[in-house]
Structures are given as C-alpha cells and as structure tokens.
C-alpha cells in the first residue's frame, strides 16, 4: 500500500465519505482494487471504519476514521509541520 495513498485517505476520511468519494479523491478508477489493496487494509487495521457495519455493501455506506485513525492524521500533520520547521532551519536567509 502507498504511504502517500494512505496519507490522502486519512487526511479526506475525517467526516464520512463514499466509496465514489474516496475513489474520486485519490485518482483511482479500479474499485475492486482499490477495496482491496487500500480499504480493506485500512478497516482491517482499525484506521477506518464503516458507517453501516451490518450492511458493507449498502450504497449508503460511508468511510470514516476510527480514533486510531485520527490519531494517526494527528502524526502525519505533526511530522508534515516538523519537516517545515527543520526546511526552515536548513534553507538560508535570504
């Protein structure tokens, strides 16, 4: 599974998304490949989780994150914000 890919999903899944949502916002076309290679792993790990857990395959069915998830989001933006200040201190002045 892509790190980036993944990235993308955590930082979108903050509120429920659809299936279509998720595949729009990432670039995929391939749902079935998608579901496995990228959801699955994801719901699997308590990253996500479903909206309708008894009903997979409603078409009401949403993605959102877990609190696992959230925290996970909460890492990436702290070590996005760290590689910012560490630029900063890299990069002369100009």
């Known amino acids: 599974m892509s790190v980036s ?5 955590v ?4 509120k429920p998304r659809s299936l279509t949502e998720l595949l729009t916002h990432t670039g995929y076309r391939q749902r079935q490949s998608f579901v ?5 792993p994801l719901l699997t790990d308590g ?14 069915q949403r993605y959102v994150l877990t609190e696992t998830g959230i925290k996970l989001k909460l890492l990436h933006e ?8 560490e630029q900063k201190r890299v990069e002369p002045n100009l």
């Open 5 to 9: 890919l993944t990235r993308r999903i």
């Open 11 to 14: 930082n979108y899944a903050t």
């Open 36 to 40: 496995a290679t990228h959801l699955e």
């Open 47 to 60: 990253v996500l989780r479903l909206t309708l857990p008894d009903k997979p395959r409603s078409p009401n």
């Open 78 to 85: 702290q070590q996005a914000a760290g590689r910012t200040e």
